[in-house]
């Protein structure tokens, strides 16, 4: 394990493994971007590795603190919430094998599971961040979380299912649960900075 004080010069690079929380089969992408990445630049870089259209809010969650949005920033009760701005992956998880949550769609409510796999040293090459993997596409926006989301691929299965034909027009020809497109994801992640 590297610590942020051990690598003498450069800023480390964090290896993630990104889980949608409860998707069978898992839902997963596997990341490499800067320590020092603020949080509202993650969440870019999560929203184009999941294949998110960022149309809803967001919210991360470590050790009891949520981190979102400034306008969101505040006190609610009896949770504390930062603004992602002023934070970086490394204060949520500063060494391997911490994790935290990013939650999308508060409606929906897309919970993943962002761990540190690896604190890989300082590379002076890295530019932008960089998927090295995934497993499956993620659930089309609004399909009413993982119970519609299932719901949906159980009318998409069965032609004979009374919502098949809508179901199939409403998510279009293209989308395939099973399909991940790698070359896809890092071409969208070459155009964000690291």
Not at 74 to 95: M, W
Request: hydrophobic share 35%.
């Amino acid at each position: 394990m590297i610590r942020l004080a051990e690598t003498g010069g450069g800023m480390p690079l964090y290896q993630l493994k990104i889980t949608l929380r409860g998707s069978k089969p898992l839902i997963w992408r596997r990341i490499v971007v800067r320590a020092d990445m603020k949080l509202d630049r993650l969440h870019s870089v999560i929203q184009t590795a999941m294949g998110w259209t960022d149309s809803h809010l967001h919210q991360f969650l470590a050790d009891g603190v949520y981190y979102s949005q400034p306008d969101a920033e505040g006190d609610a009760g009896d949770i504390e919430t930062l603004n992602e701005k002023r934070y970086t992956v490394t204060d949520l998880a500063p060494e391997a094998k911490m994790k935290f949550i990013y939650e999308y769609d508060f409606g929906d409510s897309w919970e993943h599971q962002v761990l540190v796999e690896e604190v890989l040293p300082p590379d002076p090459g890295f530019k932008h961040p960089v998927c090295l993997g995934g497993a499956n596409a993620c659930p089309p926006e609004d399909c009413g979380g993982f119970p519609g989301y299932y719901d949906l691929l159980a009318a998409l299965a069965n032609p004979k299912h009374e919502d098949h034909e809508e179901m199939k027009e409403w998510v279009g020809d293209a989308w395939d649960a099973t399909q991940f497109n790698l070359a896809q994801t890092n071409a969208g992640l070459k155009r964000l900075k690291a």
